[in-house]
């Protein structure tokens, strides 16, 4: 059974602060990797994908993967009220189509003024 | 450009029923998803259609669902008789071409089955 674990949370982090959501996957095969941004009732969107091994930065956000590991991460630099949300981990299954995700839980996060 | 939409919005149905929903994707998307998320658990992945051809079927959970996208545009997903198991919010994304992981979700349906 191919799984995708994230820590529940809550994740609480005072507003500037660095938030760190990590993520591990089973399957050794997975080359493909998001994080998706779900607020309270709305649908998810699309914060990042990374392939490869090592850092990938967009604006405040970066992730990590270590295939290695099986972990990838999320980090969001001086975080704001707004990113309170849910953040999902998904991984590509292997040779299934490009919609074909294993999602994580969710990983709540809460960022207090 | 207008979004991913999804209709009803809502919908309570009793055991045995019959519930279609529906999934417009954005215009001159030729993929289009379905997923769904039971409660308590995480999003799970259903179909992928490619204009209107179903590329991947294989999360689709048993043959009381059957979900079409004839003409490559809209898509309906239908369960019939429905189950009290397939309550749960049901989204639609889309996404332009071969490659491009930036799907867009729809709002979803939440369905519930009493």
């Known amino acids: 059974q191919k799984e995708v674990e994230q820590n529940s949370g809550p994740l609480s982090v005072p507003e500037g602060a660095i938030a760190s959501l990590n993520c591990t996957y089973s399957d050794r095969g997975s080359q493909s990797f998001f994080w998706y941004r779900q607020y309270s009732g709305k649908s998810p969107e699309l914060i990042m994908f990374?392939?490869?091994?090592g850092d990938k930065e967009d604006g405040r956000f970066t992730a990590q993967l270590n295939k290695a590991s099986q972990y990838v991460s999320l980090l969001i630099r001086d975080s704001q009220p707004s990113d309170s949300a849910t953040y999902l981990c998904a991984v590509k299954v292997p040779g299934g189509s490009q919609g074909n995700l294993i999602f994580g839980k969710g990983t709540k996060l809460s960022v207090k003024p | 450009e207008a979004g991913v939409t999804q209709f009803p919005s809502h919908s309570v149905i009793e055991k045995g029923q019959t519930v279609t929903l529906r999934c417009d994707p954005i215009s001159g998307h030729d993929n289009l998803y379905w997923y769904r998320r039971v409660m308590g658990k995480e999003i799970k992945f259903l179909l992928h259609?490619?204009?209107?051809?179903?590329?991947?079927e294989s999360g689709m959970p048993n043959n009381r669902f059957l979900a079409e996208r004839t003409g490559g545009t809209y898509s309906t997903l239908k369960v019939q008789p429905a189950e009290l198991e397939d309550s749960g919010v049901y989204f639609c994304?889309?996404?332009?071409?071969?490659?491009?992981?930036?799907?867009?979700f729809g709002s979803g349906t939440r369905l519930t089955v009493v």
């Open positions: 259609f490619v204009k209107e051809s179903k590329q991947d």
């Open positions: 990374i392939y490869s091994n």
């Open positions: 994304a889309s996404s332009r071409g071969q490659g491009d992981y930036g799907y867009t």
